[in-house]
Nanobody
Framework: QVQLVESGGGLVQAGGSLRLSCAGS????????MGWFRQAPGKERAFVAA????????YYADSVKGRFTLSRDNANNTVYLQMNSLKPEDTGVYYC??????????????????WGQGTQVTVSS
């Protein structure tokens, strides 16, 4: 069992930065790949970034590559999504998710086992 709690969302102007955190609990956290997804109003939940359980490999959606950085601290059961140069189109509810087992299909939201409750990010123009 893994419990996930996101924090760090808020309102920011375009060009600004935010850092989202996802605190996990449960034995399986350090062995789980972690992903971030976002959902804009009226749209499906979409992949943003993912990281393997060792933190050695990261994956990003093309729309955030070069602006977002995902990292993890397994000692503290936390993953961080640093978001720079934010754009209005980055607005949405951001969810972290944990995937047990292998690190395949990390861009596929249906492959994740546990989800947080989400945190709102709003970028004003």
């Amino acid at each position: 069992q893994v419990q996930l709690v996101e924090s760090g969302g808020g309102l920011v102007q375009a060009g600004g930065s935010l850092r989202l955190s996802c605190a996990g609990s449960g034995r399986a956290f350090s062995g789980s790949a972690m992903g971030w997804f976002r959902q804009a109003p009226g749209k499906e939940r979409a992949f943003v970034a993912a990281i393997t359980w060792t933190g050695g490999t990261t994956y990003y959606a093309d729309s955030v590559k070069g602006r977002f950085t995902l990292s993890r601290d397994n000692a503290n059961n936390t993953v961080y999504l640093q978001m720079n140069s934010l754009k209005p189109e980055d607005t949405g509810v951001y969810y972290c998710a944990a995937k047990l087992g292998n690190t395949w299909y990390l861009r596929d939201k249906t492959k994740y086992d546990y989800w947080g409750q989400g945190t709102q990010v709003t970028v004003s123009s």
